[in-house]
């Protein structure tokens, strides 16, 4: 329990009404969840709006109620808290219950369209391999040094994200490597954290049906930047146009790191095949098991960011050489003279990235791709993400991704209105994504190349509301007849 007085500290409050001395039990947003002594937060959500719930809150126990517009009705005994934002006030609240965990930690964040989680999560095993105790937060699982826990969102909501740091600070981490989305700078959920360092990796189509606008989707993620201190650093992409546009406003030490221009920390990339990629970082070369141009710029930006954080340079390359490939990331199965790529990219910019790879290697076989799009989601990079693959490969499979709400064949025609009648010339369209991935199998020779694209890690499809078992990587296991 917390007085409410500590829990409003640095909040700014839109009436100065008496607050008494009452004690908080918790502070919660979903009304579903409120009991006697809790502290009740209505935010203005994207389809709900908390502030039609509390009178609920009230009948359940809420002793106080923080809102951005006062009830016509009260009730005496409750307090009732005006503030411009509630969403950012959760966030500072919610630093407070949890005695301010961000300020015991050295936290990074990671934010771009791309790459967000390869980079955080192999800083966190850099760090672990230089003997550090870290934690992770990310699109494909949280970790307190070691410990691995399931995660929903690529960032938690202000109340779970502080306990995962209070976790971290009670395990003895001295890191945290947080992937930070658009999302959660927009909804305030970072609100109140105190961050020692911010990675910018770059900026495409992704998210307009959330942002609606491209100016809407970068200024979200310049919110970021803007909101550092004066003693964090900032290191950004600078081959990216919008690179310098993220830091220009921020008030924390800028560096850079690049593939093509002059940079605090710049690489050229020597070789490339399927087992890695020779690096030359600051003239030093460097082995990785990481493949391809876009991983260039990820293993850039954790060697720049490990070199921020007081590793030595030498040090940081060897550490740099022992990392491996992240799940679902350029993740690859053979089994009968036979190759098969599985990726998250779900992009535009990410599939033509991890196309452009396979292209860039040397292979005597067709390139046979499977890629779909997730439903209710950003409709219009379908017809993009389709005729990317098209351009990209010798045989395109459209099938489902996670079609959610939507019907799977309507998310398969605004993928096909991206194609001419040539492209569909090699073009087939299998909706169950089992199936599609049996085909691509039974077409593919020794030698052909499968690239399996959109979903990854994830171990489930999700179809009307319900998450079925569904593993892109065992169905090529099955199909190629590999025993792990």
Not at 58 to 71: H, R
Request: glycine share 8%; hydrophobic share 40%; with cysteine.
């Amino acid at each position: 329990m917390k007085l409410l007085d500590d829990i409003l500290t640095n909040i700014t409050l839109t009436t100065d009404a008496p607050r008494p001395a009452i004690e908080i039990t918790s502070i919660e947003f979903d009304s579903r969840k409120v009991g006697k002594g809790c502290l009740f937060v209505a935010q203005r959500g994207v389809h709900v709006d908390g502030h039609q719930y509390i009178a609920k809150a009230v009948e359940q126990g809420a002793a106080a109620v923080v809102c951005e517009e006062l009830p016509e009705e009260r009730r005496d005994g409750v307090v009732y808290i005006q503030v411009d934002d509630s969403s950012k006030a959760l966030g500072i609240m919610a630093d407070n219950w949890y005695n301010h965990p961000s300020r015991s930690l050295k936290l990074l964040g990671v934010t771009g369209t791309n790459g967000k989680t390869t980079t955080a999560t192999l800083l966190y095993d850099l760090m672990r391999a230089h003997g550090c105790k870290a934690g992770l937060i990310s699109t494909i699982v949280n970790k307190i040094d070691g410990k691995e826990m399931p995660t929903c969102h690529t960032t938690p909501d202000a109340m779970e994200l502080n306990a995962l740091l209070a976790e971290m600070v009670e395990a003895g981490c001295e890191w945290c490597f947080m992937e930070v989305s658009s999302h959660a700078v927009v909804q305030q959920r970072i609100a109140g954290l105190t961050f020692a360092g911010g990675i910018f990796s770059n900026i495409t189509h992704d998210h307009l049906d959330y942002h609606k606008t491209m100016a809407a989707y970068i200024a979200a993620k310049k919110g970021f930047f803007d909101a550092l201190p004066r003693d964090a650093w900032a290191l950004t992409n600078r081959d990216d146009r919008n690179g310098m546009v993220m830091v220009q406003n921020t008030k924390a030490a800028v560096h850079t790191y690049a593939l093509e221009t002059v940079a605090d920390f710049r690489c050229r990339m020597v070789e490339s095949s399927f087992d890695g990629t020779l690096l030359e970082l600051n003239g030093s070369e460097v082995w990785c098991r990481l493949v391809g141009r876009f991983n260039a710029y990820n293993l850039t930006a954790i060697y720049g960011a490990a070199v921020l954080c007081g590793i030595d340079k030498d040090e940081a390359l060897r550490l740099l050489s022992g990392l491996k490939p992240v799940d679902g990331r350029f993740e690859y199965i053979t089994g009968q003279g036979i190759t098969a790529v599985v990726d998250y990219a779900h992009t535009p910019d990410a599939l033509q990235n991890v196309l452009g790879t396979i292209n860039g290697v040397q292979r005597q076989g067709k390139l046979i791709l499977v890629v779909g799009c997730g439903g209710d989601r950003d409709k219009t990079k379908r017809p993009e993400m389709a005729q990317i693959g098209a351009r990209g490969a010798d045989m395109l499979i459209l099938t489902s991704d996670n079609p959610r709400t939507e019907d799977p064949e309507a998310i398969l025609d605004d993928m096909e209105k991206g194609l001419t009648e040539e492209m569909k010339a090699n073009m087939l369209r299998i909706t169950d994504r089992r199936q599609a991935i049996r085909t691509a199998c039974k077409m593919a020779a020794k030698g052909d190349i499968i690239l399996v694209a959109g979903k990854g890690h994830e171990t489930y499809q999700e179809i009307n509301g319900v998450r079925h078992h569904f593993d892109d990587r065992e169905e090529l296991r099955e199909e190629l007849t590999i025993k792990n």
